[in-house]
């Protein structure tokens, strides 16, 4: 989509055609033509066992990511990290009466936002999505809440102590569930608009590029989406993904997972 000279692409391929698709991507351009924002949302899939919660994942993180569409064009009063708390309550709202919202597993998402204005560039990220941002020189630098990375793979090894012991708890890391507070966690900042030429957002589907195939760095992935398009960069990740289930002994983790690009060009 382009609109005067701003330019946006926007993919989201689910990781196995039979089962529904638990990312959320948006762009927002309002028609004033001033300013707009960029939302991208990677629901957790939950384990066999119960969430506490009647709804699926989709339906949480289409309720979410709409809130956060809507929020962060028309509540620019508020920061990112406000507006994500907003729509974290609005969202609970809608089901709290039904669903046991306090459960570890009720449904959650990790979060990208972008918003821009004739001034500024604000952002948030809360978990492992990943923003990439790119200066009128070129220069390209990866905004990244690493708090999941940086946690022993010892206290990985189960889903269950995941939940028990590391999940939206101090010491462990932080997505979007039933809590507002978790908003204050997200890795938040400013930059004038004159600093920044293009914004990518990535959940951890896409990032695998770099992250689990080592491909090349952020740099090297924008380059890539700049160049050849979210799709490349998503089809590439497929290939990746079966070239490693062939393997003698493939790596942990879903062999496809649901990845969402967007690209805007500001």
């Known amino acids: 989509m382009q609109t005067g000279r701003m330019r946006t692409e926007l993919i989201s391929v689910p990781g196995d055609p039979a089962r529904p698709n638990e990312d959320y991507a948006s762009v927002g351009l309002p028609a004033s033509g001033l300013g ?11 384990p066999a066992s119960a969430s506490g919660c009647l ?3 989709p339906w949480f993180t289409a309720r979410l990511g709409g809130a ?8 620019r009063d508020l920061t990112l990290a406000q507006v994500l708390a907003l729509a974290i309550g609005r969202t609970a709202d809608a089901h709290r009466a039904t669903c046991d919202l306090s459960h570890p597993r009720t449904p959650q998402a990790t979060v990208v936002v972008a918003r821009w ?9 809360l978990s492992d999505s990943a923003l990439l941002v790119e200066s009128p020189g070129g220069a390209v630098t990866a905004v990244l809440d690493d708090r999941l990375a940086r946690l022993p793979r010892s206290a990985l090894a189960s889903e269950a102590a995941v939940d028990a012991a590391l999940r939206n708890k101090e010491g462990g890391f932080f997505t979007a569930a039933a809590d507002p507070e978790v908003a204050s966690r997200a890795v938040t900042g400013t930059l004038p608009r004159a600093e920044v030429r293009t914004l990518t957002a990535l959940t951890d589907g896409a990032a695998r590029w770099v992250e689990r195939f080592g491909e090349g760095d952020w740099a ?14 998503v089809d590439r990740v ?11 002994a493939p790596r942990r983790g879903k062999p496809h997972d649901d990845a969402t690009v967007v690209y805007a060009e500001l």
């Open 220 to 233: 090297d992935c924008f380059s890539l989406v700049r160049e050849k398009g979210p799709r490349a960069l």
């Open 238 to 248: 497929r290939e990746l993904e079966l070239a490693d289930a062939r393997g003698a």
């Open 117 to 125: 204005s004739a001034g500024a560039v604000e952002y948030l990220v």
């Open 36 to 46: 707009g924002s960029l939302v991208v949302l990677d629901g957790v899939t939950p």
């Open 55 to 57: 709804h699926s994942v």
């Open 68 to 75: 956060l569409h809507e929020l962060s064009l028309s509540r």
